[in-house]
């Protein structure tokens, strides 16, 4: 019925829910039990949400996320060259 993805830094980054399972609270269960593992391992749950997307925003709002408007983080990781 849906699905969210997480970036290697715990992100969530892209989720889903099909439309006939939209408006009923499906995402809003799914980010939240994703959120409890990512914390029951030790690691912060956060987002990226476009100015665009009210409907998220209003989900991360509902779940007691904090908003830092103007932030932006780009992290970019360059392997060092194999030996081999």
């Given at each position: 019925?849906?699905?969210c993805l997480t970036d290697e830094l715990s992100t969530f980054r892209?989720?889903?829910i099909l439309?006939?399972?939209?408006?009923?609270?499906?995402?809003k269960?799914?980010?939240?039990?994703?959120?409890?593992?990512?914390?029951?391992?030790?690691?912060?749950?956060y987002?990226?949400?476009?100015k665009?997307?009210?409907i998220s925003q209003l989900l991360c709002k509902s779940l007691g996320m904090t908003e830092y408007p103007h932030t932006?983080?780009?992290?970019?990781m360059t392997p060092r060259k194999s030996r081999l």
């Open positions: 019925m849906g699905w892209m989720g889903y439309p006939e399972f939209r408006n009923k609270g499906y995402m269960r799914l980010v939240t039990n994703l959120a409890k593992l990512i914390h029951q391992r030790g690691h912060p749950a987002t990226f949400v476009t665009s997307n009210t932006y983080y780009y992290l970019k």
